[in-house]
């Protein structure tokens, strides 16, 4: 369903039906990341690319147009720079271990450390919360700062918008008011 919806993406010319799929491919996106017990992530995903990021593109559809202009130029070199972008990070996975591997080393070092001195350091007995909200609190603190400037961003986007309709609706209703 990721692939058809990016194809759609990549294939439709109208500007507001982008937005609404890349909505969806977001909400897709966070369904996977839960089937791949990241809740956090899928939780981010959601947040972010499917709510904030939606809002944010509509806000700017408002402002222009709803129709994507033809261009002028080859779309050949971007092309090229996306597959070359592709095979990069494709080349840079090739020693990867297997997913789910219990040899990675996550599992052999990093894991067993803090699931060891979780009771002792934190007394918290979800490791995914003491993990998020001690080991990697400042971490934690960044996105959640990341998101709120975000949400703000939108809340001020919002606001501009009504303000710029009411002003158009003064506008019209006194050239309205003059012209009877």
Do not use: C
């Not at 507001?16 to 909505?23: D, E, K, M, P, Y």
């Amino acid at each position: 369903m990721l692939i058809v919806t990016a194809v759609t993406v990549v294939k439709t010319r109208s500007l507001f039906a982008i937005v609404a799929l890349s909505g969806v491919f977001s909400l897709l996106s966070a369904l996977l990341f839960i089937t791949w017990d990241a809740v956090d992530v899928a939780f981010t995903e959601a947040a972010v690319g499917a709510g904030i990021s939606t809002v944010l593109m509509l806000g700017t559809l408002a402002l222009t147009s709803r129709a994507e202009k033809e261009s002028a130029k080859s779309n050949l070199l971007p092309l090229l720079a996306v597959v070359l972008a592709g095979a990069v990070m494709f080349y840079g996975t090739l020693d990867m271990p297997e997913f789910g591997s219990p040899e990675t080393p996550v599992q052999t070092h990093v894991g067993p450390d803090y699931l060891k001195r979780i009771p002792d350091d934190i007394h918290v007995p979800n490791a995914v919360t003491a993990i998020l909200a001690s080991y990697r609190g400042y971490d934690t603190l960044g996105e959640t700062a990341v998101v709120f400037a975000a949400g703000i961003g939108v809340l001020m986007l919002i606001g501009g918008l009504r303000r710029r309709r009411i002003n158009d609706d003064d506008k019209n209703s006194s050239d309205t008011k003059d012209t009877t």
